[in-house]
């Protein structure tokens, strides 16, 4: 049965990375209780810059233990302004104890972003011993709301969308006149957990449409873990537009 949204509204921004910390470091403590491990998939753009600098001063994380991924990524270099790796690596993986041999980032330096998105699926399939067909089940993806209803790299309109068998694509993004390495939608609803992050006004109208227009047809929405849980941690501002059932 498809996830349905848990949604959780915060007053402040402070508030919102506090509680989405506390969360982070939870399932991580469970997971490596359970597992041994963590296996996380960070998102971009610019909302979980202030997570992952706040978890970065957090003593409870066991970093030694946690396995990153990126759900997605620009096509661009290392140390590119627009790497997602770049952001996540100078706000947090630079500053504490993660091994590096757990640090698995998108090749993105690939001139082929085809080639790069290849290359990034054998990476899961070998770290997660899949068989032919099957998805990874991460502990917990981490992802965002763009103004146009985008989640990860899976953009309105874009072939990704309907992508059913490759565990990561290079997206092909008009407005960007760019490819994107995105994660797909079996991957992201094969997750134990799905948490997604809003803040601010200017996430109020889509977080609308989004939570409450389930005829818009947006990307965000297929988001829906078949065996797992879904987080919305959204700050008031972001929350701003939703109707009292929610707000
Ligand atoms: C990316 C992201 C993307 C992001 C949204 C929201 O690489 O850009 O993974 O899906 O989450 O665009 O971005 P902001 O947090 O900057 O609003």
Redesign the pocket.
Do not use: M, W, Y
């Given at each position: 049965m498809p996830a349905q949204p848990e949604i959780r509204i915060l007053k402040t921004a402070p508030e919102l990375f506090e509680a989405a910390a506390a969360e982070f470091a939870a399932q991580a403590s469970q997971a490596v209780r359970g597992n041994g491990r963590f296996t996380v998939a960070l998102?971009?753009?610019?909302?979980?810059k202030t997570l992952y600098s706040l978890l970065a001063t957090k003593p409870n994380i066991p970093w030694d233990k946690i396995c990153f991924f990126w759900?997605?990524?620009?096509h661009v270099p290392l140390d590119h302004p627009e790497s997602?790796y770049r952001m996540a690596n100078a706000a947090m993986l630079s500053k504490v104890p993660v091994r590096p041999e757990n640090i698995f980032r998108v090749h993105s330096e690939e001139k082929d972003a085809a080639a790069g998105a290849l290359q990034y699926e054998q990476v899961l399939k070998d770290f997660f011993h899949l068989s032919p067909g099957e998805f990874p089940r991460f502990d917990l993806i981490l992802?965002?709301?763009?103004?146009d209803g985008?989640?990860?790299?899976?953009f309105p309109g874009t072939s990704a969308l309907n992508e059913t068998r490759h565990l990561v694509v290079a997206n092909w993004v008009p407005k960007f006149n760019t490819h994107?390495i995105?994660f797909t939608f079996p991957v992201l609803n094969a997750a134990a957990c799905v948490l997604f992050?809003?803040?601010?006004a200017?996430?109020a109208p889509i977080l609308h449409q989004v939570l409450e227009n389930s005829a818009a047809g947006l990307p965000s929405q297929k988001v829906r873990p078949s065996n797992g849980k879904l987080i919305w941690l959204v700050d008031g501002a972001a929350a701003s537009a939703l109707s009292p059932r929610n707000g």
């Open positions: 998102s971009g753009g610019s909302t979980p759900g997605d990524e620009r997602n992802l965002g709301v763009g103004p985008h989640s990860a790299s899976l994107r995105t992050l809003a803040s601010g200017d996430k």
